[in-house]
């Protein structure tokens, strides 16, 4: 396929996961490799915010719980590991599998509501497993609890290696885009979006549109659960937190800020706010009133998100 024939969105992810890419050499040069690890967060974090723009900016569901699919992933490394289970390929498997199945199980009924309701359903699921974590004394309860080894690839421990893990997640965050991307422009993902500006007229038309939503939200969450499984590799250490409301929220504003319904939008929110975070953290201790305020700036202002500010800056460039 020809770069010139990519759509501008695939064309900007593309450019992303090229810089994404030479950040370890570049950090090495630079004399902050340890900064990788940082990176690393960040584009975990993007796996997560690209599966909640899945069911968010296209089925229009406002997930409140759907940080309860990364704590599902983070503690399935923790139990895989507790028996034996090590490599990172089965628990990657396995983590879906789970988040899938609960999504399934939660979104039968949760689906059948709309608007606030479904919001406060998710968020009352997402609360149920937050709680189930933290009674779990076995895994440390509310303490959470930090794991022996990161997971090994066919064996061999590879991932101990910072950067192993680095490409690794740069693969896997690829291999989501992509496989979201090409989902999002099938046919099911066309009734999808369709059910987010009028479910009422898709169901007229003789749309079962429960089943899509359904399908969505278990993918999403499967997603969801994989990132799980690297965050808990990066941080080596597995909590509720993971699970809260709080986490969900912040997920939600890393698509918000990137611009809803847009992957790549998604995938540049995230890496921007974890990114900023950091920084500002650096900074004072008092950031997050910082960024609080920035992020107000960018609802006022440009309402789209940075996907639509830079689409605005690109149009402003052609007619100049």
């Not at 759907?66 to 699919?69: G, N, P, Q, R, S």
């Not at 990172?88 to 988040?99: D, E, P, R, S």
């Not at 080894?149 to 101990?160: N, P």
């Not at 499984?229 to 509720?240: F, H, I």
């Given at each position: 396929m020809n770069a010139a024939r990519l759509p501008r969105r695939v064309t900007a992810a593309l450019i992303l996961f090229t810089l994404l890419a030479i950040v370890p050499l570049v950090l090495t040069w630079m004399g902050?490799?340890?900064f990788s690890s940082v990176v690393t967060r960040m584009m975990v974090y993007a796996i997560a915010a690209l599966s909640l723009d899945l069911i968010l900016g296209y089925g229009a569901l406002v997930s409140f719980g759907?940080?309860?699919?990364l704590g599902i992933g983070a503690?399935?490394?923790l139990f895989l590991s507790g028996i034996g289970v090590t490599d990172?390929?089965?628990?990657?498997?396995?983590?879906?599998?789970?988040?899938a199945v609960f999504a399934t199980i939660t979104g039968v009924i949760a689906l059948r509501t709309?608007?606030?309701?479904f919001i406060m359903i998710s968020l009352a699921f997402g609360q149920m497993l937050y709680f189930f974590l933290i009674s779990l004394s076995v895994f440390g309860g509310d303490d959470g609890s930090s794991l022996g080894?990161?997971?090994?690839?066919?064996?061999?421990?590879?991932?101990?290696h910072d950067l192993v893990l680095f490409y690794l997640v740069l693969a896997v965050l690829g291999c989501c885009f992509w496989g979201l991307y090409r989902l999002t422009g099938s046919r099911s993902g066309r009734v999808l979006v369709g059910t987010r500006e009028d479910a009422v007229r898709m169901q007229a038309i003789g749309f079962r549109i429960l089943p899509y939503q359904l399908t969505a939200y278990a993918v999403s969450a499967a997603i969801c659960s994989v990132a799980g499984?690297?965050?808990?590799?990066?941080?080596?250490?597995?909590?509720?937190q993971l699970a809260s409301w709080q986490r969900?929220?912040?997920?939600?504003?890393?698509?918000?800020?990137?611009?809803?319904?847009?992957?790549t939008g998604a995938l540049a929110g995230a890496l921007f706010t974890i990114g900023l975070e950091e920084a500002m953290a650096r900074i004072s201790e008092h950031w997050k009133l910082y960024f609080g305020v920035l992020l107000l700036a960018v609802v006022i202002f440009s309402p789209g998100g940075l996907s639509s500010l830079a689409a605005r800056i690109s149009r402003k460039g052609r007619d100049l």
């Open positions: 902050q490799g340890f759907h940080a309860a699919f503690y399935s490394v990172i390929l089965v628990q990657f498997v396995i983590a879906a599998l789970a988040g709309r608007g606030v309701y080894a990161r997971s090994t690839i066919m064996g061999q421990d590879w991932l101990e499984v690297l965050l808990a590799n990066q941080l080596e250490y597995v909590s509720p969900s929220g912040e997920l939600i504003i890393m698509v918000a800020l990137g611009g809803i319904g847009n992957l």
